[in-house]
T-cell receptor, first 112, second 112 residues
Framework: GQQVMQIPQYQHVQEGEDFTTYCNSS?????IQWYKQRPGGHPVFLIQ?????EVKKQKRLTFQFGEAKKNSSLHITATQTTDVGTYFC????????????FGTGTRLKVLA | EAGVAQSPRYKIIEKRQSVAFWCNPI?????LYWYQQILGQGPKLLIQ????????DSQLPKDRFSAERLKGVDSTLKIQPAKLEDSAVYLC??????????FGQGTRLTVV
């Protein structure tokens, strides 16, 4: 079945450093979503990418969808302590029930 | 706008007992999801409803888990009998037309 993996699993950065998490699907996706989950909280939607090669920015966050629609990345510029949490991608299948499969997540810790 | 409501927030039960979780989605959201999130992992879709019909329940352990969404609004998820490995956070989410999902606070289940 479809699998969505993320790397790295954990990342510790100094405040002000950049951070990137990568999302890789075993199958082609119709679209991909990104969520952030704070410690003890629930996932909160960040963005959705639909088009091949699409790039979207939200302030210090940059999201990319690969040309083959099998991978995606989230880059945070100049991290802040408020960026702490786990970042999940969720890829939507192109067949079957078109359900979203969540990735394994990348836990970000920002050291002040 | 009110968010997704879930209850209870926490539940501790002994193995082989039964438990039920309740979810009230955002008003007007046709799609409702139940996810299981084991500590340190990404959310795993258990069942997805479109109105009161089941879209996907391929990962629902049907020998012990059941879910219903009567009248296409509220939903309940039941586990009977519970096993130790069912200890997890059970997240309910809802969305319009399978776009961004809004998650509830979740129910943390501990099976002892």
């Amino acid at each position: 079945g479809q699998q969505v993996m993320q790397i790295p699993q954990y990342q510790h950065v100094q405040e002000g450093e950049d951070f990137t998490t990568y999302c890789n699907s075993s199958t082609t996706l119709s679209n991909i979503q990104w969520y952030k989950q704070r410690p003890g909280g629930h996932p909160v939607f960040l963005i959705q990418l639909v088009k091949s090669g699409e790039v979207k920015k939200q302030k210090r966050l940059t999201f990319q969808f690969g040309e083959a629609k099998k991978n995606s990345s989230l880059h945070i510029t100049a991290t802040q302590t408020t960026d702490v949490g786990t970042y999940f991608c969720a890829g939507r299948a192109t067949s079957g029930t078109y359900k979203y499969i969540f990735g394994t997540g990348t836990r970000l810790k920002v050291l002040a | 706008e009110a968010g997704v409501a879930q209850s209870p927030r926490y539940k501790i039960i002994e193995k082989r007992q039964s438990v039920a979780f309740w979810c009230n989605p955002i008003s007007g959201h046709a799609t409702l999801y139940w996810y299981q999130q084991i500590l340190g992992q990404g959310p795993k879709l258990l069942i997805q409803f479109q109105n009161n019909g089941v879209v996907d329940d391929s990962q629902l352990p049907k020998d012990r888990f059941s879910a219903e969404r009567l009248k296409g609004v509220d939903s309940t998820l039941k586990i009977q009998p519970a096993k130790l490995e069912d200890s997890a956070v059970y997240l309910c989410a809802s969305s319009l037309e399978e776009t961004e999902a809004f998650f509830g606070q979740g129910t943390r289940l501990t099976v002892v």
